[in-house]
C-alpha cells in the first residue's frame, strides 16, 4: 500500500524567499506524481504533473522534481508571495484510474 | 482540462438528516471520484461512480451511508445519509482527464464543505 509522507508539516516564511517541500513515497512503482494546492476549505487546484519517465516540470515560479527510484518529488517555489499561501499536497498515482494517494500536504504562509 | 462545479460549497446540517451534493462536469467522462477529507486529514477516496452502473466503493464506505448517482457522462451525485458530526467534512468530487498531453491529470470540484451539527 503506498505511503506518502510530506515534510515540513508547516512552514512560515518571510515573502520573498525561496523554499522547498518535500514529499516521499513508499511505492516507486508509479505512473505520474502530481502537485496540488488547497486554499482552506475548498477544492484542490492542479499545479504540476510529472510523468514517471520525466525528471522535473516547471509553471511559471513552480518546480517541480521526481525521482522515483528513490521515491522522492520536491516542489521548489521562487520568489514566495503572501497569495502562495495554502497547503500543498502531492499525489502519486500507480497504475490504473484513480490509483492515487494523498499525503496530508504541506502548510504554508508567507508572511508579508 | 476539465471544470468541475459542485454544490452547495457549504452546509450546516443537523444530525439524523441527509444532504445530496452535486457534481457537474464540463465535458464527458467516463469516471468521477468522490472523496472526503475530514479535519486536518488528506483526502480519502469514498467510490468511483461510472455511468449506468451501480458506484464501486472503497473498504470502508458502504452504498446505504453514501449512495451515489451517475445518470450520464456530465453528472454525479453523493448523498450523506443520516448524518452524525463524524460526518463533518469537505466532500470532494473529482475527474481523470487522459486526453491531454501531459496524461492523467487529475481535477477537482471546489469541494462541499458540511458541518453536522
Known amino acids: 500500500k503506498q505511503e506518502v509522507t510530506q515534510i515540513p508539516a508547516a512552514l512560515s516564511v518571510p515573502e520573498g524567499e525561496n523554499l522547498v517541500l518535500n514529499c516521499s513515497f513508499t511505492?516507486?512503482?508509479?505512473?505520474?506524481l502530481q502537485w496540488f494546492r488547497q486554499d482552506p476549505g475548498k477544492g484542490l487546484t492542479s499545479l504540476l504533473l510529472i510523468q514517471s519517465s520525466q525528471r522535473e516540470q516547471t509553471s511559471g515560479r513552480l518546480n517541480a522534481s521526481l525521482d522515483k527510484s528513490s521515491g522522492r518529488s520536491t516542489l521548489y517555489i521562487a520568489a514566495s508571495q503572501p497569495g502562495d499561501s495554502a497547503t500543498y499536497l502531492c499525489a502519486p498515482a500507480g497504475g490504473g484510474y484513480q490509483k492515487v494517494t494523498f499525503g496530508i500536504g504541506t502548510k504554508l504562509q508567507v508572511i508579508p | 482540462s476539465a471544470v468541475i462545479s459542485q454544490k452547495p460549497s457549504r452546509d450546516i446540517c443537523q444530525r439524523g438528516t441527509s444532504l445530496t451534493i452535486q457534481c457537474q462536469v464540463d465535458?464527458?467522462?467516463?469516471?468521477m471520484f468522490w472523496y472526503r477529507q475530514q479535519p486536518g486529514q488528506s483526502l480519502t477516496l469514498i467510490a468511483t461512480?461510472?455511468?449506468?452502473?451501480?458506484?464501486?466503493?472503497e473498504s470502508g464506505f458502504v452504498i446505504d451511508k453514501f449512495p451515489i448517482s451517475r445518470p450520464n457522462l456530465t453528472f454525479s451525485t453523493l448523498t450523506v445519509s443520516n448524518m452524525s458530526p463524524e460526518d463533518s467534512s469537505i466532500y470532494l468530487c473529482?475527474?481523470?482527464?487522459?486526453?491531454?498531453?501531459?496524461?492523467?491529470?487529475?481535477?477537482f470540484g471546489e469541494g462541499s464543505w458540511l458541518t453536522v451539527v
Open positions: 473529482s475527474v481523470e482527464d487522459r486526453t491531454g498531453d501531459s496524461g492523467n491529470t487529475i481535477y
Open positions: 465535458s464527458q467522462v467516463t469516471m
Open positions: 511505492d516507486s512503482a508509479i505512473y505520474n
Open positions: 461512480a461510472n455511468q449506468g452502473s451501480e458506484a464501486t466503493y
